[in-house]
């Protein structure tokens, strides 16, 4: 396989410089386990560790490589570990806000074409969890493609309106259902990954993405699955680590383990891009700072009223917005308490200092 099969555009050759870089070797990020990656060329795989250098000029662990990521590798044919040297710039990242209470993010892969978002029809069926994942990804700039799993589940008339409830609340995303039981809209599932192309399964534990990953590779290349609870739908993790997998037709998928939290952090853009139609009610509104809740002269909450804006997808957008704006006020309370915790930190050390003069 050519890098350029493995994913490698002139986007990423032109921020190489060849005065200096030139002894370096071009290679991707495949897989990433604790203190180590293994790189790829698309011919031979290696183990390999970041440089020192690279850690210390990272500002957080976004700057550190991830899975997906094009990477300049020093020594890539030597028996020990390889050397990364610097991390290009990338065209996608899908990251989510990390686990608990603290605002930081986690940086799940990088250079993903399309990012397919998969919901169960049975257990586990949520539609404003599918939206939350849709602002996740228009956020990042991936394009979206919604899977709903385990249609054996309903009769066709039922997954019929399943399917309806979707596109009411996200016009114009692409939508598939499918089984891994009887096989029903495999073929067209499978059909959409083209090789060449970087592609990411996400949802929660246990709607199927092992499943539909074992019948992209086929019986002999299956990966570990884990049974689904009765009680709530929800699965054990299957998945431990990412990793870049190339099916049979050159395709590349990033197994991601499934996502327990979902963060909306600095997402106005990706709120905006998935609430379009809500977007465009907005710009009616009577005030440009319009709240749109209990407003008056609100565009949004009249068309609701009408009974033109589903109150679901507006409940949900009030939702995330407010989200957004707790997060973005205790960013910025958390730069305020940063700069009085460095004054403090600079009085007692200037009171030191005088101390010690006095001696």
Known sequence: MTLEEFGYSAWFSEQIDPATESELKVARITAVHKGECEVSDGEETRPAKTTGRLRHQAKSKLDYPTVGDWVLVKNFDDEDFGRIHRVLKRQSELKRKTAGRTNRYQLIAANI????????????????????????????????????????????????????????????????AFSNVDQYGLDEVTA???????????????????????SLLGEEDCLFTLPVRESDGKGVHSTTWRELITLKNGALVVDTPGMRELGNMDV????????????????????????????????????????????????????????????????????????????????????????????
């Open 113 to 176: 074409d399309t990012a397919f978002i998969m919901q169960t029809v049975g257990l586990g069926y949520n539609l404003p969890r599918l939206e939350r994942y849709l602002v996740m990804v228009n956020e990042s700039g991936i394009e979206p493609v919604v899977l709903l799993s385990k249609s054996d589940l309903l009769s066709a008339e039922e997954l019929e309106q399943k399917m309806d409830e979707v596109r009411t609340r996200m016009p114009g995303v692409r939508l598939f």
């Open 192 to 214: 959409l990954f083209e090789p060449g192309h970087t592609y990411c399964i996400i949802g929660t534990s246990g709607v199927g993405k092992t499943s539909l990953l074992n």
């Open 268 to 359: 106005t853009e990706g709120i905006g891009e998935t609430f379009d139609d809500i977007t465009a009610l907005a710009s009616q509104c009577r005030f440009n700072d319009c709240s749109h809740v209990g407003t008056l002269g609100c565009a949004v909450t009249a068309a609701v009223e009408r009974n033109e804006l589903p109150e679901a997808r507006y409940n949900n957008f009030v939702r995330l917005m407010k989200e957004a704006a707790r997060h973005e006020q205790s960013a910025l309370d958390k730069r305020d308490q940063d700069k009085k915790l460095s004054r403090f930190h600079r009085s007692v050390q200037g009171a030191n200092r005088k101390h010690k003069g006095s001696q």
